[in-house]
């Protein structure tokens, strides 16, 4: 099993239990990889800790500083 299949079996495992998925301060090298094997979608990725924690204080995803790619 790759990371990329690790990774897609972890994402389904939280959908199926009600989970969402969220990062944050991604690194650019690592974010375009997970966007390039298609990794990132639908998932919250943040900018800052600060702004990951501001959205789930203000109610979830989508909140400030939140970058949907889907």
Known sequence: MTGAE???NLRTWLGEH???LSLSRVRPSVRA???RFGL???VE???TNR???RS???GGPRGAGA???D
Request: glycine residues 4%.
């Open 40 to 42: 990132l979608d639908g």
């Open 33 to 35: 990889r997970f966007e």
């Open 56 to 58: 789930v204080r203000d």
């Open 6 to 8: 690790a990774f897609r």
């Open 51 to 53: 702004q990951a924690v």
């Open 67 to 69: 970058h949907p790619t």
């Open 18 to 20: 009600d989970v969402t």
């Open 45 to 47: 990725v943040y900018d």
